[in-house]
């Protein structure tokens, strides 16, 4: 049968989702654990990559498993075998042409910061220190740039495999609670640190070190000495997956 998977992660320690030769991923994780729980080798097929210290909320996954156990009872079997910064939230059978890279239709990600003078340690693992607080109206203005079908090339950095630059972006919030600032950009795919970076650049806005018409020209032009800096990985989080 074929099953469908959500799982959550804190990506700290791992080398990305997808298996590579030089360090330990979720997805070779996740495999490890689902061959201990039903003694079968699979192979999983994720949503989509998450870099090496980005987190996922809701990452979705497919793979074949032949076993009598009822669908909804697979994560459990699975969760025995996992470290505990990996969950697999929950599991369910779908139809035989489901997987979770083509099927998905669109994406949301978030980028965490948090507003304080020295760095809190309870805080530090998954949101990037700012010691003031940018001009929240600024960076609402710049997101409002990103929305819609644009060419994000200025946005793709070295290394990424992407045959086509054009990505829509379908909304871009911005939330201020207390001393937790976050970023949540929904679309329909993205380029190899394609949010760090947006997130970077509307981050030196708020900051009024970028003004307005600098993301237009970037954006037009594709010129990524324009953008932003590339943010650390660790306030990436994969939100949620959304389908058909």
Not at 41 to 50: A, E, L, W
Not at 58 to 63: D, K, M, N, T
Not at 90 to 98: C, E, G, N, T
Request: charged content about 20%; some cysteine; hydrophobic content about 35%.
């Amino acid at each position: 049968m074929n099953i469908k998977i959500t799982a959550s992660y804190d990506g700290t320690t791992y080398c990305g989702w997808q298996i590579q030769p030089n360090g330990i991923t979720v997805q070779e994780t996740l495999e490890n654990a689902i061959f201990k729980a039903f003694n079968q080798t699979v192979k999983i097929t994720g949503s989509g990559r998450t870099d090496s210290g980005v987190h996922a909320r809701g990452q979705v996954a497919s793979f074949s498993l032949d076993s009598s156990i009822p669908p909804e009872k697979i994560c459990k079997a699975v969760n025995a075998y996992l470290p505990n910064d990996i969950r697999v939230l929950d599991s369910q059978a779908v139809d035989q042409d489901f997987n979770a890279l083509r099927s998905a239709k669109k994406k949301t990600y978030s980028y965490s910061f948090y507003i304080a003078p020295v760095e809190q340690p309870l805080k530090e693992r998954y949101a990037l220190n700012l010691d003031r607080l940018p001009d929240i109206a600024l960076m609402k203005k710049c997101a409002d740039l990103f929305v819609g079908e644009h060419d994000f090339k200025c946005f793709n950095a070295s290394g990424g495999s992407a045959k086509t630059t054009v990505r829509t972006v379908y909304s871009i919030e911005i939330e201020l609670a207390g001393g937790d600032l976050v970023i949540f950009v929904t679309g329909n795919g993205f380029l190899y640190n394609m949010v760090r970076t947006m997130a970077g650049t509307i981050l030196a806005v708020g900051n009024k070190e970028k003004d307005l018409e600098t993301v237009k020209t970037m954006l037009k032009t594709g010129d990524r000495n324009l953008c932003g800096r590339t943010l650390p990985a660790k306030g990436l989080c994969l939100e949620k997956v959304f389908y058909q």
